[in-house]
């Protein structure tokens, strides 16, 4: 008996396969943001979408420790992180699996449908100031990031970590957090201090910190070298899962049924109001569909000044007696813009597909 | 095209039909609490368990509407509420639908498995208190409370509407909450006024509470008339979900595989932990088994001042190397305790059958 007969390899959901136990377990204890909390411009706490890897660590004796090459190796309390000049940044993020149980085949992970986001309030230490009084050496070439949650996946048992190169770890919005929303970190969210990695998907937001070593070569662990790659049905590897492709969310109009989340409207004039963000550069333009992505119109986007958070837009917007596919696509400065469909990749990664919202007027 | 189109029936899962992409939905929003956090007395606000029938509503101009067979009836603003002698109250609170992913077969609704519960301290004005404010007609049999979430369910279009008879009401523990773990009630809890019924499943602690109304006959709404009702496999009407059936959970041990949360441990000595609860009468014994229920041993039972809250419970142990199925099961003091297979229910209500771990000991 070892940990392979405990932890099997990824795998694709069989054509026509429900969703699955194991599946299930996730989604009971991860959650998604209810889409109506998209009217906040911070969403409260216990709304923010939650992707936890193993469990929630108790951490009783906490030190974030700096080292390899570094000319002045740390061990910081959190007294010592909060008595360093603090800022805080406005982030949505998002979880690089949103939009897999939409895929087809189903890669069998979290299965997200379009939830899995929200934005805070991060508060806390600039990661360029902590690198920058442990001094890094010439030889370094990344940072790599340990949590304290501790499992098995894929065969592999490891602490959760990551790694950014050094010109990413350097950029002024890069943030080691220990307050969310202007209150203490929650457990769930990385108590007592997170990495904060604004514009780039949740993994590599790494949770409940407690080392930052400066490596001479590339990282190779699990989390960077073996999940979150890109790879088509081809199989080949065509890189790793970096920042937030664009997204556009409307919230739902109307009342829901309670079982198909299907959604009720009158007949007549209303105004569509959503969230739109990317990480890869800012939101260029929204546009709403009432016909599932067959035309599109414009929506009015806000100008907002907080570049790592999402934008509110709205669209005027008429109901006619019947059935409609609601949907919204953005639209950023780089030209990316989402898709109607979805193209396919193994792990389930950065499924920025439109939104589609069942509607019916009656 | 009307509401029967949107929103149909009750239905039961086929034999092996895996979860359905609208259980999927239920399920991306609401959430359980991650067994580890068992772990806290009071449980940290976002890992509360969460239902939400419809959406969670914008309430602008609060006002509690008291109203049908009262001697004085009210229109109470939140400050009103607060000036009035405030009480708080530990509640363990148990969604009625806890277990029904584990029935076969299975009821199509939220999907839960064994983790929607929580425990929150409530604070507010005890509710004899407004009930007396408004003086209860002599022939007043019920309350009714309307909260503000608006849906449709099973073809029925409806504000959130359940009653509690007048003994039930004016019993000393009942509240108007305003307040959750010492800070404002938040949006997904009820804001700005929710009810809480310590002891009873969470359908009876209706949020967005915006009126209550002494009512002369029972009342036969869709959530206490249609939902929430026990209708065993021949279809026949066992009467209505009420208090919350004894329960005990173990907070996993060792850590998890990310895919199946089969626990990997150390062989040798450790102590399981966990909780459990009944809103029937106090918890008498807790055991805990080793071998999917075949066997059990006592667990220490702490004592605790609250009434409705979990007890903690802890038990020694050895892990020997190989596969092992961990479970707990709770006494109450009315003679009730869980089981180890759960009977069937059309609802899938009140399923308390024992928790099973999956644990590796390599």
Redesign the interface.
Known sequence: ???S????P?RVAEAG?????????????????????L?YDVT?????Y?L?????P?ISEFRLVVDGAVHRPLSLTLDDLKALPAQTVRVTMECAGNGR?RLSPRP??Q???T?AVGTAEWTGVPLHTVLSLAGLGDDAVELVFTGAD?????GV?QDYQRSLTVDEAMRPEMLLAYRMNDAVL????GFPLRLVTPGWYGMAHVKWLTQITAATSPFEGFQQSVAYRFRPPSGEDLGPVTRIAPRALLI?PG????????R?VPPGSTVLEGRAWSGRAPIAAVEVSGDGGATWVSASVEPSPHRWAWRRFTAPWTFA???HVLTARAFDESGEVQPVEQAWNRGGFANNAAQALDV???
């Open positions: 008996m070892d940990l007969d405990v932890s099997t990824g396969e429900g969703i699955s136990e194991d599946e299930l377990m996730l989604a009971a204890r991860n959650h998604g943001i209810p889409l109506e909390a009217r409260p706490p216990g709304l923010h939650l936890i890897h193993y469990d929630i108790v149980a069998v992970s299965p997200w449908l939830e501790h499992g098995v996946e894929r048992e929650p457990p769930q969210h739902p009342f829901p049924d309670f079982m198909t989340r299907t009720v007696p019947g059935r019916v007027c009656v």
